[in-house]
């Protein structure tokens, strides 16, 4: 099982940045895929990231590509989420996701453990 609980939301000016984390405090962390999910008030939940158990591959949406990072650190049992040059339409409750088999990181289907989020809200 995983219990996952985020942290690091708040609210930044474009441009900005911030830096999310998911802590795990299940016993299979370094055995999950991680994903990264975001949605914003009347709209559908979005990838945003994910990771290997291994950090071996990385994956990204299309709108976060090239400004977002996802990294691990398995001796934490934590995952990341290093937002650069953040937009107003960013603003979203962010989720962390974990999954023993991964078919598709871009999937909510493919996670089976969800934590309760954390608000990112980005000024103009």
């Known amino acids: 099982q995983a219990q996952l609980a985020e942290s690091g939301g708040g609210l930044v000016q474009a441009g900005g940045s911030l830096r999310l984390s998911c802590v795990d405090s299940?016993?299979?962390?370094?055995?999950?895929?991680m994903g990264w999910f975001r949605q914003a008030p009347g709209k559908e939940r979005e990838f945003v990231a994910g990771?290997?158990?291994?950090?071996?591959?990385?994956y990204y949406g299309e709108s976060v590509r090239g400004r977002f990072t996802v990294t691990r650190d398995n001796t934490k049992s934590t995952v990341y989420l290093d937002m650069e040059r953040l937009k107003p339409e960013d603003t979203a409750v962010y989720y962390c996701?974990?999954?023993?088999?991964?078919?598709?990181?871009?999937?909510?289907?493919?996670?089976?453990?969800w934590g309760q989020g954390t608000q990112v809200t980005v000024t103009s």
């Open positions: 299940g016993r299979k962390f370094s055995s999950h895929g």
């Open positions: 996701a974990a999954g023993s088999l991964i078919p598709n990181y871009r999937h909510s289907t493919s996670y089976e453990y």
């Open positions: 990771i290997s158990w291994s950090s071996s591959s990385t």
